[in-house]
Every structure is written in C-alpha cells, then in structure tokens.
C-alpha cells in the first residue's frame, strides 16, 4: 500500500505515488494508494479517542490498512516535519498493533534540497516506537518540482533510487 502522507488536493506527493504506483505494477507487484485527501474532514473529532470506532469512513481506511503488511509512505515535509495530518491519521489507529511488525519503505519530497530529510527521520522515530520495519533506503527527493513534470522524473538518480528502493521493499 502506498500512502499519500498529505491531505492537500491535487498534491505532488500524490503524483509522486501514482508513479511509484507505476514503478511497482512494472515489477509485478500490485499495490492501492491510499490517498489522505480521503480522510474524513471531521475524523480528528469523529474518529478519535471516545468516538473511536465510530465512523464509517475511518474505519473503511483502517480496515485497509489492517489487511496490509507493506507499506511506502510518500512524506512532503511542512515546517521541516512531516505534515499533522498523516501523524493525526497514525494517532487515530488502534495502538499498538496497527503497526507493528509491518515494514515500511519513506519516500520525502520537498521544494529545498533535503528532499524531507527531518520528516523521514521523525516519521521513522515514530515508526520505531510503534514496532513497524523501515527499509534502511530512503530516498529525498528535494526540489522535487523542478525535477517532475507531467509523470516524468527528470533526474535520473532519483528515477534509480525509486526504482532501486521499490525492488527492495518487494524482497523486504
């Protein structure tokens, strides 16, 4: 499963995931994006702590994460983080099984050139603590709009490291 780590509309982290998408059906692996867009509006409120479990919408989201074992995480990095939204999404699931034993492949983009390297490394703090395996390959993407353009990346080592990190995450 891939996982959009924003819920902005028309996103670049979503592009990102359709051509990650892209890069694993060529490998024979087929995989579902979930994309945080999809995220009910109200779930920080409706889905959370006393209304766990109740509503629908979250829980469909849940429930498809609870039936995968792999998963890439596509993270933009806002206010060198990873954006609230995605640790509000991983702090409405049911702790600590959600996660744990599962194993993880971080992509971070950013418009700097540290293509999200703070994000990745918070996220994959959080992942620790929650028992999930992150591939030791994560790939920075930074200044990433000037590097992707109409589902075409540009620089051809951040087309061989996805690649590259893709394979692996297969055989992880």
């Known amino acids: 499963m891939i996982i959009v780590g924003t819920n902005r509309p028309n996103s670049m982290s ?43 919408d979250f829980n469909n989201l849940k429930s498809l994460l609870e039936q995968t074992d792999k998963f890439v995480f596509i993270v933009p990095e806002y ?29 971070g983009l950013s418009s700097n050139m540290h293509g999200a390297a703070l994000a990745l490394s918070h996220l994959n703090d959080v992942f620790s603590y929650l028992g999930m395996n992150t591939l030791a390959l994560r790939v920075k993407l930074g200044q990433i709009r000037t590097h992707y353009h109409e589902r075409v990346i540009s620089n051809a080592l951040y087309k061989e490291l996805l690649e590259l990190q893709a394979g692996q995450m297969i055989h992880f």
Do not use: C, W
């Open 14 to 56: 979503r592009k990102i995931a359709d051509y990650y998408q892209e890069i694993l059906n060529n490998l024979n692996a087929p995989s579902t994006i979930l994309d945080l867009v999809n995220l009910p509006h109200d779930f920080t409120v409706s889905a959370m702590y006393e209304n766990s479990g109740k509503n629908d």
């Open 79 to 107: 206010n060198g983080s990873y954006p609230g939204v995605l640790k509000a999404f991983i702090d409405g699931l049911p702790y600590p099984n959600s996660f744990t034993n599962k194993k993880a492949a971080l992509v």
